[in-house]
């Protein structure tokens, strides 16, 4: 018997009794574990959302006090994948009309992975890894009807790894606050 006619004939007996018994698998009711996650520790204190500007991606901060937030990003400046993480200290809260809002600084570190650095000339485009350490401002508000937290950041710094340059970031940013 050549391999066409066994492999049709384990077809026609396999897949009905595997079909069968899947039926009888599938149809019965059984008990499925529901797995609780309690969020009373970080309610309030853990953000999540997106980040427009330079660079642009998901964030994610946790508020680990009134004076301190620790921050992640990944995300793009337009030409690689960037990792960051910042640390930011509240200094003040800037108080309009009833409405707060915390304004914090801190350092940051972006690792850049892949960059280009864009000169086309003579097909020479570099590509190549950098990593910048900058001083962050952040302006910042939550509200208090709904858990949303919108911010605006601007960065200053150097570029250490690859050349030595200046750096910058700026980013506009919404996050929901769990």
């Not at 990792?83 to 800037?94: M, R, Y």
């Amino acid at each position: 018997m050549n391999l066409f006619k066994r492999l049709i004939l384990v077809i026609l007996f396999v897949l009905p009794a595997a079909g069968y018994a899947a039926e009888k698998a599938l149809t019965e009711d059984r008990d499925i574990k529901t797995i609780k996650i309690d969020t009373k520790e970080v309610e309030g204190k853990l953000k999540a959302g997106v980040v427009l500007g330079y660079p642009w991606g998901i964030t994610a901060g946790y508020r680990f006090s009134n004076f301190f937030e620790l921050n992640g990003l990944i995300g793009n400046d337009y030409d690689d994948l960037t990792l960051g993480v910042n640390g930011l200290f509240t200094i003040f809260n800037l108080k309009i009309s009833n409405e707060v809002f915390p304004f914090s600084v801190g350092p940051a570190l972006y690792s850049h992975f892949d960059h280009h650095d864009g000169n086309s000339k003579n097909n020479s485009d570099d590509h190549y890894n950098k990593i910048d350490l900058l001083g962050i401002a952040r302006m910042e508000y939550s509200f208090d009807e709904i858990p949303l937290n919108l911010f605006i950041e601007i960065g200053l710094g150097l570029e250490v790894v690859k050349f030595v340059d200046s750096a910058g970031s700026f980013g506009i940013g919404v996050r929901y606050i769990f």
